[in-house]
């Protein structure tokens, strides 16, 4: 059995300048995929954090539950129907947005006066 043939220098010469390294390049396809990859990727995680930096509640609605929503059952200790917005509470909120004003009226009112008579002395 002969051993294979060795190239002559010369060979080896023009194989190296026939030689082209593969194309480190991606195609054109596999960067649109990782472009539109990387965009759902983005927006999946960007949902959810703007969603909660709009003003509205992530959880409240003015509409009422749908009838599939609501819950009905011996252990629900409620009704069936949902009770939606409670009508007074803005009534409470204005009436004690109106004590802390008050409040605050009435502290700001008593440190005038304090300052005032050590003025005065």
Do not use: W
Request: charged fraction near 30%.
């Amino acid at each position: 059995m002969s051993s294979p043939r060795r190239p002559t220098p010369e060979e080896l010469k023009r194989m190296a300048e026939s030689y082209k390294p593969a194309s480190s390049s991606r195609s054109l396809g596999s960067i649109l995929m990782m472009v539109g990859l990387v965009g759902v990727c983005v927006a999946s995680f960007a949902a959810p954090v703007l969603k909660t930096m709009e003003s509205t509640s992530f959880f409240s609605s003015d509409r009422p539950l749908p009838a599939h929503a609501k819950m009905k059952g011996a252990f629900m200790n409620s009704t069936n129907q949902d009770l939606g917005r409670d009508p007074e509470y803005q009534k409470l909120l204005d009436k004690k947005s109106q004590k802390e004003y008050e409040r605050a009226v009435k502290i700001a009112n008593e440190r005038a006066e304090k300052l005032a008579a050590e003025v005065k002395s």
